[in-house]
T-cell receptor, first 112, second 112 residues
Framework: AQSVTQPDIHITVSEGASLELRCNYSYGATPYLFWYVQSPGQGLQLLLK??????LVQGIKGFEAEFKRSQSSFNLRKPSVHWSDAAEYFC??????????FGQGTRLTINP | DGGITQSPKYLFRKEGQNVTLSCEQN?????MYWYRQDPGQGLRLIYYSQIVNDFQKGDIAEGYSVSREKKESFPLTVTSAQKNPTAFYLCASSALGTYGYTFGSGTRLTVV
């Protein structure tokens, strides 16, 4: 079955620094991949998605992600983080018909 | 504005009581989902429905029940058979074939 792994449970970066959150997937064919963000006590908001085509995907809030088939990865990046980016981030992959499987999440803390 | 409404935001129940969580959407989405979120475990799928009067078990359906009598509504009942019901519950919906989930803001259930 398709699955995703987010190796980092918690990451701390300084405001203005660059960010990369890791996501590895397990799937034989071309996966449909997503990144979501969750503020405390809230639902999830879609940041970006990859279905096919250009392997560098642009999303909302200045985020981007790169699909690398050779590494089975779909890492999320941002050149310069803002304090408002502090949240939990989830990578997800489509499994079967219309179902998403989520990683365990990475909690991002921003130091002033 | 279209969206998903989950109610209540906080719910307290005594052990052994059944409780029903509400999820309503006005997005005209065919598919609806219930996820459970626990710290460090990501989101786990409880039940999903792709059409009215039909639903399927997810990965952790034991101790839960759902109904889909209307396209707009997908209530989740947490029964007394659920061994550890205290968690954050998220409802989502999507148009078939798009995989673009829209999430509600969640219900935090505490069983005492």
């Amino acid at each position: 079955a398709q699955s995703v792994t987010q190796p980092d449970i918690h990451i701390t970066v300084s405001e203005g620094a660059s960010l990369e959150l890791r996501c590895n997937y397990s799937y034989g064919a071309t996966p449909y991949l997503f990144w979501y963000v969750q503020s405390p006590g809230q639902g999830l908001q879609l940041l970006l998605k990859y279905f096919s085509g250009d392997t560098l995907v642009q999303g909302i809030k200045g985020f981007e992600a790169e699909f690398k088939r050779s590494q089975s990865s779909f890492n999320l990046r941002k050149p310069s983080v803002h304090w408002s980016d502090a949240a939990e981030y989830f990578c997800a992959v489509v499994q079967g018909a219309q179902k998403l499987v989520f990683g365990q999440g990475t909690r991002l803390t921003i130091n002033p | 504005d279209g969206g998903i409404t989950q109610s209540p935001k906080y719910l307290f129940r005594k052990e052994g009581q059944n409780v029903t969580l509400s999820c309503e959407q006005n997005l005209n989405h065919d598919a609806m989902y219930w996820y459970r979120q626990d710290p460090g475990q990501g989101l786990r799928l409880i039940y999903y429905s792709q059409i009215v009067n039909d639903f399927q078990k997810g990965d952790i359906a034991e101790g839960y029940s759902v109904s889909r009598e209307k396209k707009e509504s997908f209530p989740l009942t947490v029964t007394s058979a659920q061994k550890n019901p205290t968690a954050f519950y998220l409802c989502a919906s999507s148009a078939l074939g798009t995989y673009g989930y829209t999430f509600g803001s969640g219900t935090r259930l505490t069983v005492v």
